[in-house]
Structure formats: structure tokens, C-alpha cells
DNA sequence: AATAAATAGTGGACTTTGTCCACCATTTAT
DNA sequence: ATAAATGGTGGACAAAGTCCACTATTTATT
């Protein structure tokens, strides 16, 4: 393993510049009608089509109670639909209704052309600065 | 510029990729007597030196009501200073007592040995997906 | 010089996000 | 048959952060 001090510097140095930069993505995104942990609530559904709450709760690293309201509030707002598992009578369903999957697409276009934004306008002193970033983390990772 | 929906799916998927890893850091980081924006409120003036309100602001995209709390706090534990600046009765100047610096070097070593650890146990498997988002986006950077 | 507008910061009230805990129902293991 | 584990809900609360109104200066405008 190369220089450790060297290598953690450069990670904590990328960490606090990509933190930056999801938390302006982030806080473009909070126009919508769903917060953060809603929209990626619809996608951890629509990727995984019928899926149990246990199973959203650990990609998503949530508490089970918080995930429980926001559910409901997707159901609520007759986003994503529940049926009661036939192997698993303690479990429930999620899916997408055909509502839910039309807003999560609105929404995932929306985030798309943020980021699309995004790489437009990054200045190219930025856009070095996060390559060599990248670089350096690459290299650590191969050499260790 | 290369086809466009692949660049940006290709970022989004190292976002949710890296926005998990940090906040892997951020959780362990949670033992702490200080919160992150805390220990980050020392990092900023740590490498100010002296700093008024208003820049810390700026660079933690915070809003000032809050950031003034954070003073406050960090004021009352005997961390930081305040000094009323002598250009601009308007501002007062902040910087770290030797308390401060000691805690801030306390935190940023334990968050050295974090990142460390953090590194010393990511499974080869989730290297090599690090590696790969990063070399897509390097390329989509550098073609765009 | 007088006043309008901008800048720096504080504190109250509030929202959002998320956790902890107690609880019910069902299922699996002993 | 019963203990323990799993899946989920809801109450109470904590943490993080925003919005707004206010004070005190400073800079710009007439």
C-alpha cells in the first residue's frame, strides 16, 4: 500500500467536493411534489417490481417505521399498491400502479436533465479538479 | 458529446453508488459529541484561519440562522472565538482556541482512520464498480 | 448631511427527516 | 406448545435546517 495519510487526504478531499455537488443536484430536485426519499422509494419499487418493505428499507438504510409513512403516503396518493404476500402472510407486496410508474418517470426525467444541466455548465476548472480527484483515488485503490 | 442518456445515467448511478458510501462514513461518524455540520463548521475555520459567519456560510450552503446556532454551540463549548472585526463593525471574526484546534484534530483523526478502515475493507467487487463509475464519467468528462 | 439599500448576525417558530420503542400478527424453530 | 424471529404500524421524540422578523452597522444616492 502507497502513502496511507496520502490516499485517506485525497478520499476526504473528493468526499467533501462530490458532497457538494449531490447536495446541489438534491436541492434542485426539491421543487417536486416527493422528497428525496420518496422519489427513491419509487425507484427501489420499480427496479425491483414486487417488492416486500424489508426489502426497501435495507437498500435504502432506512428505519422501518419511516419507511412505513412514506408508503403510505405513496398509497395515499395511489402511487404504488399493496397486496398481501400468498407465501408470507406477515409480508405485503409493493408494486407501481400505472399512476405511480407514469410519476416516477416524470420525475426521473426531471433528475435527468438536471444532471444533464449539470455536466453542461460545469466549469472546466471543476471538471479537472474532479477528474484528478478521481484519478488519485483510482490509483489508490489499484495499489493497495 | 457523446449519446447523452448513457453519460447521465452513468452519473446517477455512481450518485446513488457514492451516496451510499458517504453515508456509510457520516453514520460512523455519528459517535461523536459534535455533528457533522459541526466538525464541519470547525474544518472551514480551520483552513480560514479567521473567518466571518458569512463565508462558512457560503461554503457550507447553510443558512445563516443555523450556522449562527452552530457558533453558538461550538462558542459555548470553548472551541471557537469570536472577535468583533475591525473594518467592519458589522462583522465579527472567527477563529479556533487551542481547545478548538485540538478537538478539530481529535475529529479529523478519527475520521483518517475512518476512511482508512473504510478502505482496507471494501470488498474487491465494490472496488472495481468504484472504479468503473469513475472511469465512465472521466471519459464522458473528456469526450463531452 | 439624510436617507435608502445592502450586509452581518441573532433568535423565534416552524418543517422535514428520520430514529427509538412499544405493539400486533404471523411464521419458523425447539 | 411455546419461544423466538420476521414484517409491519403508529406514538413520541430528536436532529437538521429553513423562513421570517428584528437589530446594528455600512455603503450608495441624492
Redesign the pocket.
Known amino acids: 500500500m502507497r502513502d496511507t495519510k496520502t490516499a485517506v487526504q485525497e478520499i476526504r478531499a473528493f468526499n467533501r467536493f462530490y458532497t457538494d455537488i449531490i447536495g446541489l443536484l438534491d436541492?434542485h430536485l426539491?421543487d417536486s411534489e416527493y422528497?428525496?426519499?420518496?422519489v427513491r422509494t419509487l425507484y427501489e419499487i420499480h427496479i425491483g417490481k414486487s417488492v416486500?418493505?424489508?426489502?426497501i428499507?435495507t437498500a435504502m438504510?432506512?428505519?422501518?417505521?419511516?419507511?412505513?409513512?412514506l408508503?403510505?403516503k405513496l398509497e395515499k396518493d395511489g402511487l404504488i399498491c399493496?397486496t398481501p404476500?400468498e407465501?408470507?402472510?406477515?409480508?405485503?407486496?409493493?408494486s407501481l400502479t400505472g399512476k405511480g410508474l407514469k410519476v416516477f418517470k416524470t420525475l426521473n426525467k426531471a433528475s435527468d436533465e438536471q444532471i444533464n444541466e449539470l455536466i453542461s455548465n460545469l466549469p472546466v476548472r471543476k471538471q479537472e479538479e474532479l477528474v484528478n480527484h478521481m484519478k488519485s483515488i483510482m490509483d489508490i485503490l489499484q495499489h493497495k
Chains 1, 2 share one sequence.
Do not use: G, P, V, W
Not at 422528497?35 to 420518496?38: A, R, V
Open positions: 436541492a426539491l422528497s428525496l426519499s420518496e416486500q418493505a424489508s426489502q428499507m438504510h432506512i428505519d422501518k417505521s419511516y419507511l412505513s409513512r408508503l403510505k399493496k404476500s407465501e408470507d402472510a406477515r409480508a405485503t407486496l409493493i
